[in-house]
């Protein structure tokens, strides 16, 4: 039989707040009343804004909370060829593209438009289709150029490839006795982002790919990410990764 597995994923870009002691210390609880496994990622593939020093202080934090954790701490910096293989699989399977537009040049974009244009949940407009558009010659010869860019998930593509509609279950309370469908859509975050040029990998990739790796069978996390599983279960549909259920607690 396998343990119910929990884990926390600080990103150690700053110091912990009470939500994250919050989530925390209901990973481990969960985990302990479940006689399940809890587990500690440090997420950290921003290797610019994340330091050593603030994971260290990760650690002196949940300690002081009294969380345990197995070991070995999983870091995502450590872990980069995990990704590109995940990635390399959407490359090959053509449900990710290169999309080369600054952030100056989708404003002119839309703004030339002249249209209404969608925004995602976080508030920023949708991904142009124009990229989407280039013939295999244009991207290769830009990519070539070493113009920067980043891929980004054709979620048309993505949709249409998986056929079905994608659901997730997330459970009532924290009880965790019982769980409704909820109906994923990613389609409102548009073509997201999944890789960058220099790193082969995106928040939403190195979750997905962690999540299946470490067997992790209950995400348990802030509010905030609600929306994001959207998106995280249409890569793991893609991937043929295993699907968690989810508790997204109050913030
Ligand atoms: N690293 C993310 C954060 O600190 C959490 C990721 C997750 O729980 O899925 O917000």
Same mark, same amino acid.
């Given at each position: 039989m396998?343990?119910?597995?929990?884990?926390?994923a600080?990103?150690?870009?700053?110091?912990?707040? /009470?939500?994250?002691?919050?989530?925390?210390?209901?990973?481990?609880r /969960?985990?302990s009343?479940?006689?399940?496994?809890?587990?500690?990622?440090?997420e950290?593939?921003?290797?610019?804004?994340?330091?050593?020093?603030f994971?260290?202080?990760? &650690?002196?934090d949940?300690?002081?909370?009294?969380?345990?954790w197995?070991?070995?701490?999983?870091r995502?910096?450590?872990?980069f060829?995990? &990704?590109?293989?995940?990635l390399?699989?959407?490359?090959?399977?053509?449900?990710?593209?290169?999309?080369?537009?600054?952030?100056?040049?989708?404003?002119?974009?839309?703004?030339?438009?002249?249209?209404?244009?969608?925004?995602?949940?976080?508030g920023?407009?949708?991904?142009?289709?124009?990229?989407?558009?280039?013939?295999?010659?244009?991207?290769?010869?830009?990519?070539?150029?070493?113009?920067?860019?980043?891929?980004?998930l054709?979620?048309?593509a993505?949709?249409?490839?998986?056929?079905?509609?994608?659901?997730w279950?997330?459970?009532?309370?924290e009880? /965790?006795t019982?769980?409704?469908?909820?109906?994923?859509?990613?389609?409102?975050?548009?073509?997201?982002?999944?890789?960058?040029?220099?790193?082969?990998?995106? &928040?939403? /990739?190195?979750?997905?790919?962690?999540?299946?790796?470490?067997?992790?069978?209950?995400?348990?996390?802030?509010r905030?990410? &609600?929306?994001?599983?959207?998106?995280?279960?249409l890569?793991?549909?893609?991937?043929?990764?295993?699907?968690?259920?989810?508790?997204?607690?109050?913030?």
């Amino acid at each position: 039989m396998t343990l119910p597995t929990f884990r926390f994923a600080p990103s150690p870009n700053g110091a912990l707040h /009470l939500g994250h002691a919050c989530s925390a210390l209901l990973n481990a609880r /969960l985990a302990s009343q479940t006689g399940g496994r809890m587990l500690l990622r440090i997420e950290d593939i921003d290797t610019t804004r994340c330091t050593p020093e603030f994971e260290a202080a990760i &650690y002196r934090d949940l300690e002081w909370l009294g969380i345990r954790w197995e070991m070995p701490v999983r870091r995502q910096s450590e872990h980069f060829a995990d &990704y590109r293989e995940a990635l390399d699989r959407l490359i090959a399977e053509g449900l990710v593209y290169p999309a080369f537009m600054s952030r100056g040049e989708i404003r002119a974009f839309i703004a030339q438009s002249g249209k209404k244009w969608p925004h995602d949940p976080d508030g920023a407009p949708l991904y142009p289709p124009a990229d989407k558009a280039l013939s295999e010659r244009e991207r290769k010869r830009r990519m070539a150029e070493g113009a920067p860019f980043a891929w980004r998930l054709d979620v048309a593509a993505a949709l249409d490839r998986i056929g079905n509609s994608l659901y997730w279950e997330e459970f009532t309370d924290e009880t /965790l006795t019982a769980t409704h469908r909820i109906e994923a859509e990613p389609q409102s975050w548009g073509d997201v982002i999944v890789a960058r040029k220099e790193v082969p990998t995106s &928040y939403h /990739l190195a979750v997905v790919v962690d999540d299946a790796i470490q067997g992790v069978s209950h995400v348990v996390r802030g509010r905030d990410l &609600y929306l994001a599983t959207s998106v995280q279960r249409l890569l793991q549909e893609l991937l043929g990764l295993p699907a968690p259920r989810y508790l997204h607690h109050r913030l």
